[in-house]
């Protein structure tokens, strides 16, 4: 394609990403993401028990079930699920009796992890993170620390999981918990075993965006360690201690041993959790394979960097696509093209911006973690679920090809 000018250039784009979107524009929405929900036929079985016994919330027989298999799942004795992964965060904190103080975290996570340490007047102090993984970079971590730091809250961003060694090493030279956003790391294992039989304790989400879902929902896991030495301690334990915390620090119908939130999971939410504890393998299989297809087209585009999923120690979950732009390589960056494949009805997600460094109550200066602006202004999640289909896939990667070969030849 010839444009003449620079007032052509545009227009010349312009008419052609509008031809090319007449010709390749999907029919309906393509989010970029999907939950994988049971047939609601499957569903009202799940839930039926909780209807036949007039029980909805507060220690139900499903919560119990769901609670115990994930448990087992995961192999970890500390299991408690929560309304929210947000509400479980804040009670991690609780029950390791953090407030008033410093917490290391990464500014490149979603508005929750930091939100939750605001409510204990925690101050995040943000750490950059490694430009490969995305996550908290541990070199970073010891010269953060100063007499008023409490913990460390590292973010398996999008199911990748953190240099957990070389975190926990940090951790210990200073005696300080490590709890985990594990928000995005279902099923995720690292050398062999639950990433979340890592650090102190971790936290899930499982929101309908999830690779599994209760709706909204949540959980806090302790590995079987941190428990042991718990033991030692006087009770109530960890677990207990969680029991607890979520139901207003309810103890008994005469004692309440601590300000407490409702962070109850209902019936209804257990319920559509256990019809998904068969199915998130298969999901996590067609994940794979729609991941795989994006990184044999993508991967040799100019100017676009595709994930890494499984290595020799991690056994990935494919819970995300989180596609790098390079805006003057690729010929437009990742907000225009953010922008552009809405014109073909392809909802991406710019994830996760804003960076959490540029928040009013936790702002930092520009320019101070530089790895992490970068990943926030580049970073674009494409499409991913198990139902879409490798066709659909296909035309994604078609568009975004095209788009930068337009871009570039009107540049
Ligand atoms: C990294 C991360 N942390 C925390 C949360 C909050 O979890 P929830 O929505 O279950 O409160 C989310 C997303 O929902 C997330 O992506």
């Known amino acids: 394609m010839t444009c003449d000018n620079d007032n052509e250039i545009g227009s010349c784009f312009e008419s052609a990403v509008k031809a090319l979107a007449r010709a390749r524009r999907f029919d309906a929405p393509v989010y970029v993401t999907r939950p994988n929900l049971p047939t609601l036929e499957a569903y009202m079985r799940a839930v039926a ?6 029980w909805l919330t507060n220690d139900g027989a499903l919560h119990a079930q769901l609670e115990a298999a994930l448990a087992m799942r995961f192999d970890v004795l500390c299991f408690r699920l ?11 904190l609780q029950a390791l009796g953090l407030e008033d103080g410093e917490v290391i975290t990464t500014p490149f996570t979603f508005p929750a992890t930091v ?25 970073g971590i010891a010269a953060l620390i100063t007499p008023d730091t409490r913990a460390i809250l590292p973010v398996h961003v999008f199911g990748t999981p953190c240099d957990v060694d070389a975190i926990q090493a940090v951790a210990d030279a200073h005696g300080l918990p490590v709890i ?6 279902f099923d995720v294992e690292y050398k062999g ?14 929101h309908a965006t999830k690779l599994f879902t209760t709706a909204e929902g949540g959980a806090l896991a302790a590995p079987n360690t941190v428990i042991a030495s718990e033991a030692k301690q006087s009770p109530p334990d960890l677990n207990e201690r969680l029991r607890l915390l979520k139901n207003f620090g309810i103890a008994d119908e005469n004692t309440v041993i601590a300000p407490g939130v409702n962070g109850k999971m209902s019936e209804l939410h257990a319920a559509l959790g256990l019809t998904q504890l068969e ?19 993508l991967a040799d585009l100019p100017g676009l960097t595709t994930p890494v999923f499984d290595t020799e120690d991690v056994k990935h979950n494919y819970a995300y696509y989180p596609l790098r732009v390079n805006g003057e390589i690729y010929g437009m960056d990742r907000d225009a093209l953010h922008a552009q494949l809405k014109l073909f009805n392809i909802y991406a997600r710019r994830y996760f911006h804003p960076l959490c460094s540029t928040f009013a109550w936790c ?9 992490a602006e970068a990943a926030a202004r580049e970073t674009l999640c494409l499409p991913l679920y198990g139902a879409l289909s490798p066709e659909s896939a296909a035309t994604i990667c078609d568009v975004i090809t095209q788009l930068g070969t337009l871009a570039r030849e009107t540049a």
Request: proline letters at 7%; glycine letters at 4%.
């Open 49 to 54: 028990p909780a209807w036949e016994r007039r």
């Open 82 to 92: 929560f309304c929210n992964g947000t509400v479980a965060l804040l009670a991690a």
């Open 115 to 139: 939100n939750a340490l605001h409510w204990r007047r925690l101050r995040p102090v943000f750490c950059d993170i490694d430009p490969k993984t995305c996550n908290l970079d541990p070199a």
């Open 180 to 185: 985990y956003d594990a928000a995005h790391a």
């Open 193 to 206: 075993k639950s990433i979340l039989q890592y650090g102190t304790m971790s936290m899930l989400s499982f």
């Open 279 to 297: 199915s998130v393998a298969d999901e996590i299989a067609n994940r794979r394979r729609i991941a795989m297809r994006y990184n044999e087209r």
């Open 363 to 371: 702002r930092v200066e520009p320019g101070c973690l530089p790895v």
